[in-house]
C-alpha cells in the first residue's frame, strides 16, 4: 500500500519534471473565460491543494490513523466551477469536489479549508461540519450542506432549493436564507447521471422549466468515464442529456481549467439570468482508483491508468500556467511541495486533535439543539376566499379537521406550503387539502408530478430556504420508493451537520388498512417499520379528527421550533368516519373551534378510566378498541384505552404511568406482527421487569389481499374482545389458585 502512494504521489510530479506536459485540449483563452492570471494561479493552487490533501488522507488510511479515502483526483477541474458562482450559492457537492471547497473558501476570510478537511480526514471531534461523524464537504458560511451518499440522492433535493428560490421571489420572502437571484448547484458523476434517483430530478427539473416556471439550478455532470469498475459507454451522457426538452447542455472540458471556467460561467448566466435549469457536462478523469482500497489494475489496464493519468488536469494547468508566463517548471514543482509539506504538518497536527467518544456525542447531533425562531411575519398572501367560519363550527370528520387545521397554520405562517399529487384544485384523493388553493393561492397550495422522490426532495430544498414544507404523499406504499430521500437526506442532515443544517417539515401520508373494498396493498399498507428505525424521525399517527387537530399543531411545533422531520401518518379508513357505536351518535366528529389545545409529543391520550384492563393501541386500533371496550363492559370488564398518539418516539415512561397498577395489558397493534410498534413496547416492558401480564393481537405477516379477504388477515372488534377475555380469564383464574 505505502509502496502504491508513493507511486501516486509521484505521478504529477515526475511527468512536470520530465515535460511530459500533454498539449492543448481547446482553444478558449483565458481572457475569453474572463480570467486573469492571478485567477489562475489561485485556481492552479487550489487544485494543487485539493490533490495533496488526497495524498495525506491516502497516506493516513494507509497508517490506520485516518479513515476515508475517496479523493478528489481528476476532478480538481471543479474548481471552475466554484470560480464562477457566488458564495451563497448553495451548492450540493459529489464527493470529489475537494478543489470546489477549497476555491470557495478563497471567498470567505477567515477560512480554512486545509484544516477544516483535515479533521473530517481524521473524524476529529472538532471537525466544523459534522463534529466527527462522517468525512463530508460542507460548511454552513459557505452555503454547502453536507452531502455523505451521493449516489444521486441529493439531487431531488437541489432541485427543491432552486425550485425555493423562485417562489421566495414570488412570496417576497423576508427570511429567505438564499438571495432571490442566487442559483443552486448540484454535482454529481457520469454513472450516478443513470440512478433513478438522478433521472427523477432531472426530469422534474426540466417539466418544471417546459412549463415556463422559473429553475435556476445547476447539474453539475462529472463524467470521468466509469463507476468504480463499471465503465459508461462513451457518448452517453451527451446523447442522453444533449437534447432533454426544458434542459440547457453545456459542455466543458474539465482537465483545461480555462475551458471549465468557461463553460461554468455559462453555465451561470443560464441559471441566475434567465433562470432556466442547466445540464453541465465536465469531462474529467479519475486518478489513483475509486478509493484507498480500489484495486484498479485488477479491472483496468495499465496502459489506459496511464493514459488517462498523461491527462491529469493538473498537468494541463501547468500547461495554461507556464504559456501564460505566470510560473515556470520550477515554480511550480516548488510550490506543489510546499503546499505538500504545509499539508502534511496540518494532518499530522488533525491526528492529535480530540475524537468522539461516547454514544452521547454520537447521538446529540440526531436532532437541532432547540431554538426559537425569529418572529414569523403574518400572512400576506390571503386572497379573498369563501367564508368558513360554518365548517370551523359544525362537527367534522378527520379529513376535513385536517384541511381545517393546516388552513389555521398557514394562516399563522406565511412560510407552510402545502403540495403533492392532487391536493390543488382536487384537494387530495381523500379531501384533507379541501378549498386551501382557492385560499391560499396556487403558490402556496400546488400539485407536483407523479414522483415520490421528487415531492420529498422538493420538501428538503425547501426547508434549506427558510420554509415549512407540508408534502403529502397520496399512499403509505408510495413512500416506499423514495424512502431513501427521509432516510438518507432529510433526517440525517443534522447528524451529519453537527445541528447547523435542518430540514423541518411535516410530511403527511394517507395510509394504514381498514378500507372496504379498495386497493389491496398498495392503497392498505399496514407496516410503519421504515420510519420506526430512522434515527431522529418524528411519527405520528391519530385515532379521530379532534386527536389529528391536537396532534397536527404539535408536529407543526416540532417542525417550526425544534426543525424536526415529522411523518404525519392519517388512516385513511377514518377520515370520514362520523360515528362510534350507532349512526348518527357523531362520536368520532368533533368541532374544530372548540378544539383549544395541543397534544404533546411526549404524552398518549388515555381515554376511560377502566381498572381492570389497559389497552394500550392506536389509528385504527384505538376506534376498533373504543367500540370493543363497550362489549367488554357488558361482560364486566372496565377497560382504559391508551392511545399511543406518536409512535417514534414512543413516550414509553408515560405509556407505563398511564397503566397505571393495573397487571392486565392488551396490545393491540393493526401493523404487522414482525417490525411493529407492539414489539418495541413488549421489549420495553420486559426489559423494565414490569409486573404485567400482557397479550398482544396485531396483523398477520402479510401483504393485505383485495375484497373481503382483507378483513382475515387484520385485528378485528371481535379480536380484541376475545383476546381481552383470555387474558382476563386467565388472570382471574391464577388468582383463584
Same mark, same amino acid.
Given at each position: 500500500?505505502?509502496?502504491?502512494?508513493?507511486?501516486?504521489?509521484?505521478?504529477?510530479?515526475?511527468?512536470?519534471? !520530465?515535460?511530459?506536459?500533454?498539449?492543448?485540449?481547446?482553444?478558449?483563452?483565458?481572457?475569453?473565460?474572463?480570467?486573469?492570471?492571478?485567477?489562475?494561479?489561485?485556481?492552479?493552487?487550489?487544485?494543487?491543494?485539493?490533490?495533496?490533501?488526497?495524498?495525506?488522507?491516502?497516506?493516513?488510511?494507509? #497508517?490506520?490513523?485516518?479513515?476515508?479515502?475517496?479523493?478528489?483526483?481528476?476532478?480538481?477541474?471543479?474548481?471552475?466551477?466554484?470560480?464562477?458562482?457566488?458564495?451563497?450559492?448553495?451548492?450540493?457537492?459529489?464527493?470529489?469536489?475537494?478543489?470546489? /471547497?477549497?476555491?470557495?473558501?478563497?471567498?470567505?476570510?477567515?477560512?480554512?479549508?486545509?484544516?477544516?478537511?483535515?479533521?473530517? +480526514?481524521?473524524? &476529529?471531534?472538532?471537525?466544523?461540519?459534522?463534529?466527527?461523524?462522517?468525512?463530508?464537504?460542507?460548511?454552513?458560511?459557505?452555503?454547502?450542506?453536507?452531502?455523505?451518499?451521493?449516489?444521486? &440522492?441529493?439531487?431531488?433535493?437541489?432541485?427543491?432549493?432552486?425550485?425555493?428560490?423562485?417562489?421566495?421571489?414570488?412570496?417576497?420572502?423576508?427570511?429567505?436564507?438564499?438571495?432571490?437571484?442566487?442559483?443552486?448547484?448540484?454535482? +454529481?458523476?457520469?454513472?450516478?447521471?443513470?440512478?433513478?434517483?438522478?433521472?427523477?430530478?432531472?426530469?422534474?427539473?426540466?417539466?418544471?422549466?417546459?412549463?415556463?416556471?422559473?429553475?435556476?439550478?445547476?447539474?453539475?455532470?462529472?463524467?470521468?468515464?466509469?463507476?468504480?469498475?463499471?465503465?459508461?459507454?462513451?457518448?452517453?451522457?451527451?446523447?442522453?442529456?444533449?437534447?432533454?426538452?426544458?434542459?440547457?447542455?453545456?459542455?466543458?472540458?474539465?482537465?483545461?481549467?480555462?475551458?471549465?471556467?468557461?463553460?461554468?460561467?455559462?453555465?451561470?448566466?443560464?441559471?441566475?439570468?434567465?433562470?432556466?435549469?442547466?445540464?453541465?457536462?465536465?469531462? =474529467?478523469?479519475?486518478?489513483?482508483?475509486?478509493?484507498?482500497?480500489?484495486? !484498479?489494475?485488477?479491472?483496468?489496464? @495499465?496502459?489506459?491508468?496511464?493514459?488517462?493519468?498523461?491527462?491529469?488536469?493538473?498537468?494541463?494547468?501547468?500547461?495554461?500556467?507556464?504559456?501564460?508566463?505566470?510560473?515556470?517548471?520550477?515554480?511550480?514543482?516548488?510550490?506543489?511541495?510546499?503546499?505538500?509539506?504545509?499539508?502534511?504538518?496540518?494532518?499530522?497536527?488533525?491526528?492529535?486533535?480530540?475524537?468522539?467518544?461516547?454514544?452521547?456525542?454520537?447521538?446529540?447531533?440526531?436532532?437541532?439543539?432547540?431554538?426559537?425562531?425569529?418572529?414569523?411575519?403574518?400572512?400576506?398572501?390571503?386572497?379573498?376566499?369563501?367564508?368558513? =367560519? @360554518?365548517?370551523?363550527?359544525?362537527?367534522?370528520?378527520?379529513?376535513?379537521?385536517?384541511?381545517?387545521?393546516?388552513?389555521?397554520?398557514?394562516?399563522?405562517?406565511?412560510?407552510?406550503?402545502?403540495?403533492?399529487?392532487?391536493?390543488?384544485?382536487?384537494?387530495?384523493?381523500?379531501?384533507?387539502?379541501? @378549498?386551501?388553493?382557492?385560499?391560499?393561492?396556487?403558490?402556496?397550495? +400546488?400539485?407536483?408530478?407523479?414522483?415520490?422522490?421528487?415531492?420529498?426532495?422538493?420538501?428538503?430544498?425547501?426547508?434549506?430556504?427558510? /420554509?415549512?414544507?407540508?408534502?403529502?404523499?397520496?399512499?403509505?406504499?408510495?413512500?416506499?420508493?423514495?424512502?431513501?430521500?427521509?432516510?438518507?437526506?432529510?433526517?440525517?442532515?443534522?447528524?451529519?451537520?453537527?445541528?447547523?443544517?435542518?430540514?423541518?417539515?411535516?410530511?403527511?401520508?394517507?395510509?394504514?388498512?381498514?378500507?372496504?373494498?379498495?386497493?389491496?396493498?398498495?392503497?392498505?399498507?399496514?407496516?410503519?417499520?421504515?420510519?420506526?428505525?430512522?434515527?431522529?424521525?418524528?411519527?405520528?399517527?391519530?385515532?379521530?379528527?379532534?386527536?389529528?387537530?391536537?396532534?397536527?399543531?404539535?408536529?407543526?411545533?416540532?417542525?417550526?421550533?425544534?426543525?424536526?422531520?415529522?411523518?404525519?401518518? #392519517?388512516?385513511?379508513?377514518?377520515?370520514?368516519?362520523? $360515528?362510534? /357505536?350507532?349512526?348518527?351518535?357523531?362520536?368520532?366528529?368533533?368541532?374544530?373551534?372548540?378544539?383549544?389545545?395541543?397534544?404533546?409529543? $411526549?404524552?398518549?391520550?388515555?381515554?376511560?378510566?377502566?381498572?381492570?384492563?389497559?389497552?394500550?393501541?392506536?389509528?385504527?386500533?384505538?376506534?376498533?378498541?373504543?367500540?370493543?371496550?363497550?362489549?367488554?363492559? !357488558?361482560?364486566?370488564?372496565?377497560?382504559?384505552?391508551?392511545?399511543?398518539?406518536?409512535?417514534?418516539?414512543?413516550?414509553?415512561?408515560?405509556?407505563?404511568?398511564?397503566?397505571?397498577?393495573?397487571?392486565?395489558?392488551?396490545?393491540?397493534?393493526?401493523?404487522?406482527?414482525?417490525?411493529?410498534?407492539?414489539? !418495541?413496547?413488549?421489549?420495553?416492558?420486559?426489559?423494565?421487569?414490569?409486573?404485567?401480564?400482557?397479550?398482544?393481537?396485531?396483523?398477520?405477516?402479510?401483504?393485505?389481499?383485495?375484497?373481503?379477504?382483507?378483513?382475515?388477515?387484520?385485528?378485528?372488534?371481535? $379480536?380484541?374482545?376475545?383476546?381481552?377475555?383470555?387474558?382476563?380469564?386467565?388472570?382471574?383464574?391464577?388468582?383463584?389458585?
Amino acid at each position: 500500500m505505502a509502496g502504491a502512494i508513493a507511486a501516486s504521489s509521484d505521478g504529477f510530479l515526475t511527468r512536470l519534471k !520530465e515535460g511530459r506536459i500533454p498539449g492543448p485540449l481547446s482553444t478558449v483563452t483565458a481572457i475569453d473565460a474572463g480570467l486573469t492570471t492571478t485567477n489562475l494561479a489561485a485556481l492552479f493552487e487550489s487544485q494543487l491543494t485539493s490533490r495533496r490533501l488526497d495524498l495525506e488522507a491516502r497516506r493516513l488510511g494507509a #497508517e490506520k490513523r485516518g479513515f476515508y479515502s475517496i479523493g478528489s483526483s481528476g476532478h480538481e477541474g471543479n474548481a471552475a466551477v466554484a470560480h464562477a458562482f457566488r458564495i451563497n450559492d448553495m451548492a450540493f457537492l459529489h464527493y470529489r469536489s475537494g478543489a470546489f /471547497y477549497i476555491e470557495r473558501a478563497r471567498k470567505l476570510t477567515g477560512e480554512t479549508p486545509i484544516w477544516n478537511m483535515a479533521l473530517s +480526514f481524521v473524524a &476529529s471531534s472538532e471537525d466544523p461540519i459534522s463534529g466527527g461523524r462522517h468525512k463530508v464537504l460542507g460548511s454552513k458560511p459557505l452555503f454547502i450542506p453536507p452531502q455523505t451518499s451521493t449516489i444521486a &440522492s441529493h439531487l431531488p433535493k437541489a432541485m427543491g432549493a432552486a425550485f425555493s428560490v423562485a417562489l421566495a421571489r414570488t412570496h417576497k420572502k423576508p427570511d429567505a436564507e438564499l438571495p432571490y437571484d442566487s442559483a443552486v448547484l448540484c454535482s +454529481f458523476g457520469d454513472a450516478s447521471a443513470n440512478h433513478s434517483t438522478a433521472q427523477g430530478a432531472i426530469n422534474a427539473a426540466a417539466l418544471t422549466a417546459y412549463r415556463g416556471l422559473p429553475l435556476p439550478l445547476v447539474f453539475v455532470c462529472e463524467d470521468n468515464g466509469i463507476g468504480i469498475s463499471v465503465k459508461t459507454p462513451e457518448g452517453w451522457v451527451a446523447a442522453n442529456y444533449g437534447a432533454r426538452p426544458g434542459l440547457n447542455y453545456i459542455y466543458g472540458d474539465g482537465r483545461d481549467i480555462i475551458d471549465a471556467v468557461r463553460a461554468a460561467r455559462e453555465a451561470e448566466y443560464c441559471a441566475r439570468i434567465a433562470r432556466k435549469p442547466v445540464f453541465l457536462h465536465l469531462r =474529467t478523469v479519475r486518478l489513483m482508483g475509486h478509493a484507498g482500497s480500489d484495486l !484498479e489494475t485488477s479491472y483496468r489496464d @495499465r496502459t489506459e491508468i496511464e493514459t488517462e493519468a498523461d491527462q491529469d488536469p493538473l498537468l494541463h494547468s501547468a500547461r495554461r500556467i507556464i504559456e501564460a508566463d505566470v510560473m515556470s517548471r520550477d515554480d511550480i514543482e516548488v510550490l506543489y511541495e510546499n503546499i505538500g509539506g504545509r499539508v502534511r504538518r496540518t494532518m499530522e497536527a488533525a491526528c492529535t486533535r480530540p475524537k468522539l467518544s461516547s454514544a452521547a456525542e454520537v447521538t446529540t447531533a440526531l436532532t437541532a439543539p432547540t431554538s426559537i425562531p425569529k418572529a414569523k411575519r403574518a400572512s400576506k398572501l390571503l386572497p379573498a376566499a369563501p367564508d368558513d =367560519t @360554518r365548517a370551523r363550527t359544525d362537527p367534522q370528520h378527520m379529513s376535513r379537521l385536517i384541511s381545517l387545521a393546516l388552513a389555521g397554520e398557514m394562516e399563522r405562517d406565511a412560510n407552510v406550503v402545502v403540495f403533492g399529487e392532487d391536493v390543488a384544485k382536487k384537494g387530495g384523493v381523500y379531501g384533507a387539502t379541501t @378549498r386551501l388553493q382557492s385560499k391560499f393561492g396556487p403558490s402556496r397550495v +400546488f400539485d407536483t408530478l407523479l414522483d415520490e422522490q421528487s415531492i420529498l426532495g422538493m420538501a428538503i430544498g425547501l426547508a434549506h430556504n427558510g /420554509y415549512i414544507p407540508v408534502p403529502e404523499i397520496q399512499f403509505l406504499a408510495y413512500v416506499h420508493n423514495a424512502e431513501d430521500q427521509l432516510r438518507g437526506e432529510a433526517a440525517s442532515l443534522s447528524y451529519f451537520s453537527n445541528g447547523q443544517y435542518t430540514n423541518p417539515m411535516v410530511v403527511r401520508i394517507a395510509g394504514l388498512a381498514y378500507q372496504k373494498g379498495f386497493g389491496g396493498h398498495f392503497h392498505n399498507d399496514n407496516s410503519v417499520a421504515i420510519f420506526r428505525d430512522i434515527p431522529g424521525i418524528v411519527l405520528a399517527c391519530p385515532s379521530s379528527g379532534e386527536e389529528a387537530v391536537r396532534m397536527m399543531r404539535e408536529a407543526f411545533r416540532l417542525a417550526r421550533q425544534e426543525r424536526r422531520v415529522v411523518v404525519f401518518l #392519517e388512516p385513511i379508513a377514518l377520515y370520514g368516519i362520523k $360515528d362510534l /357505536y350507532e349512526n348518527g351518535d357523531g362520536l368520532m366528529s368533533a368541532s374544530f373551534k372548540d378544539i383549544k389545545d395541543e397534544a404533546p409529543i $411526549d404524552a398518549p391520550n388515555v381515554i376511560g378510566a377502566g381498572g381492570d384492563l389497559a389497552i394500550v393501541t392506536y389509528g385504527n386500533g384505538t376506534y376498533l378498541s373504543r367500540r370493543a371496550a363497550r362489549t367488554l363492559k !357488558e361482560k364486566g370488564i372496565d377497560a382504559r384505552i391508551i392511545d399511543l398518539r406518536w409512535l417514534a418516539p414512543l413516550p414509553m415512561d408515560a405509556i407505563i404511568e398511564a397503566i397505571g397498577k393495573r397487571c392486565d395489558v392488551l396490545i393491540v397493534d393493526e401493523c404487522r406482527k414482525t417490525g411493529s410498534p407492539s414489539e !418495541e413496547i413488549v421489549t420495553a416492558f420486559a426489559e423494565r421487569r414490569l409486573p404485567l401480564n400482557i397479550s398482544r393481537v396485531t396483523g398477520v405477516d402479510t401483504f393485505i389481499p383485495l375484497g373481503p379477504a382483507a378483513n382475515e388477515v387484520l385485528v378485528s372488534e371481535a $379480536d380484541i374482545v376475545a383476546a381481552a377475555l383470555a387474558l382476563t380469564d386467565k388472570t382471574t383464574k391464577r388468582a383463584a389458585e
